[in-house]
C-alpha cells in the first residue's frame, strides 16, 4: 500500500486541509495486500471431505485450513443460484450407513476410502475451483479500490498544479526549510560547544579540588570499612579475607606506613590470614604456621598490582617477621599450664586503630 504521505508532501496536504477541504487524498492499495486463500493439501480435502459422512479424524501431521467457511459461504451463494458447484450437495449422505465400514479405525484407512470414494474428485475439484473464485473476487475488488484512489488522486494532483497552490505550496516549502536550516544550525553549535562546556567544567573541578576531595572520601569510606572489619571478622574470617582486599587495593599509597598508625588494616589483613590458617590446628606451629606460603597467598597470589601492593611486596621481609611473631602469640597459656593437653590456640584479636 501507498501511504498518502508518500504520495504528496507535508506542504500540499496543508494546502489542501486549508483551501480544498473537499479533496481527499486516499491511500493506493497494492496486489500485494490482497487477503488470498491458499489451496488446502489432499490431505486437508480429505478431512473435511470425510466431515461429510460424520467421520471426524484429524491426524496430527495434517494442519487446519483457514478458508473452510469462506468456501462453504460461497457454495451457498452458488447453491442459491442452482450452480452445480454445490459441494455440500445431498448427494454426499446418499446411503451413507451402507459405504462407510465402521471397522475402519486409523487414518490410512479412512484417507483410502475417501479417495476411492466415487464422489471425491468432484469435491476436491469443487473446493479448488471455488478458492480461484473467491481470489479472483478478491483480487477484482481490490483493483477497483486501486483504480477509485488512483483516479482521486490524480484530481487533486491536478488541483495542485493551479498557480494559487503552487505559489502557497513554493512559499511553505521555503518556510519550512529556512527553520530546518535554523534547527540544523542551533544543534550544530550545541554540539561544537558541548566539549568546551565539559572543559569548562572539568577545569572548574580540578581548581576546587575535586580529584583530591572525591579521592580522600573514597579513602575515608574504605577506612571506615576496615574499622568495621574489627568488630566483624570473627563472623566470617573467609568474607573479611575478601573485604580486606580490596580495601588494600583501593585505598591510595599515602596509607601504607608501617611504622605509623596508618597501615594498621594492613596488619589486620594478615592477622586474619594467620587466624584461618589456626583454624582446626592442634600440632605444632610449624605445621600449619609458614610464613612466605601466607605471604605469597596474601598478597602475591590474590591482590592486583598497585601502588599500596607495590609498597607492600617491597617490604616483604618485614612482613615476614611480622607473621612469625602473629604465629608465636597464638599458643595458648593452657599448653604451659597443662603440658600433657592437646595443643591449643588463641584466635588472635585484630588491632583497634588509633
Known amino acids: 500500500m501507498i501511504k498518502i504521505s508518500e504520495i504528496f508532501s507535508k506542504e500540499e496536504l496543508d494546502y489542501l486541509s486549508k483551501y480544498k477541504p473537499g479533496l481527499a487524498p486516499m491511500d493506493v492499495p497494492s496486489r500485494s495486500d490482497a487477503n488470498l486463500l491458499t489451496k488446502p ?30 468456501v462453504s459461504t460461497i457454495s451457498s451463494i452458488f447453491a442459491k443460484e442452482g450452480s452445480t458447484l454445490n459441494i455440500a450437495s445431498t448427494m454426499f449422505y446418499a446411503n451413507r450407513s451402507n459405504q462407510i465400514n465402521s471397522a475402519a479405525q486409523d487414518w490410512g484407512t479412512w484417507k483410502r476410502w475417501a479417495l476411492d470414494h466415487k464422489n471425491f474428485d468432484e469435491y476436491k475439484e469443487g473446493v ?8 479472483q473476487r478478491v483480487i477484482k475488488e481490490l483493483d477497483e479500490q486501486i483504480e477509485r484512489a488512483e483516479a482521486n488522486n490524480k484530481i487533486i494532483s491536478e488541483a495542485l498544479l493551479e498557480p494559487s497552490a503552487k505559489e502557497y505550496i513554493g512559499e511553505a516549502i521555503r518556510r519550512n526549510k529556512e527553520k530546518a536550516d535554523k534547527q540544523n544550525t ?13 572543559i569548562f567544567f572539568v577545569m572548574l573541578d580540578q581548581l576546587g579540588g575535586g580529584p583530591e576531595k572525591r579521592e580522600k572520601n573514597r579513602a575515608e569510606t574504605l577506612v571506615s570499612e576496615a574499622k568495621q572489619l574489627v568488630e566483624t571478622a ?14 588494600i587495593e583501593e585505598l ?4 601504607y606506613e608501617v611504622e605509623s598508625s596508618n597501615g594498621w588494616f594492613i596488619f589486620n589483613y594478615f592477622i586474619n590470614e594467620v587466624n584461618i590458617q589456626m583454624t582446626g590446628q592442634y600440632g605444632d606451629i610449624s605445621d600449619w604456621c609458614q610464613p612466605q606460603v601466607i605471604f605469597n597467598n596474601s598478597i602475591k597470589s590474590r ?16 612482613w615476614l617477621q611480622e607473621i612469625r ?18 595443643r591449643q590456640y588463641y584466635y588472635l584479636d585484630l588491632w583497634q586503630d588509633n
Open 325 to 342: 611473631d602473629m604465629c608465636s602469640n597464638a599458643f595458648s597459656l593452657s599448653n604451659q599450664r597443662y603440658p600433657n593437653s592437646i
Open 41 to 70: 493439501s489432499v490431505d486437508q480435502i480429505v478431512i473435511e471431505f470425510l466431515k461429510q459422512y460424520e467421520v471426524n479424524v484429524e491426524p496430527r501431521s495434517v494442519g487446519g485450513w483457514n478458508g473452510w467457511d469462506t
Open 128 to 135: 479448488l475451483q471455488l478458492v480461484d473464485i473467491n481470489n
Open 234 to 247: 570473627s563472623v566470617n574470617r573467609r568474607n573479611a579475607s575478601y573485604a580486606f582486599q580490596r580495601i
Open 303 to 318: 591482590l592486583k598490582l598497585t601502588p599500596m601492593t607495590q609498597r607492600i611486596l617491597s617490604d616483604e621481609s618485614y
Open 186 to 198: 542551533t544543534l550544530g553549535c550545541l554540539i561544537l560547544c558541548i566539549p568546551f562546556v565539559i
Open 252 to 255: 591510595p599509597e599515602s596509607y
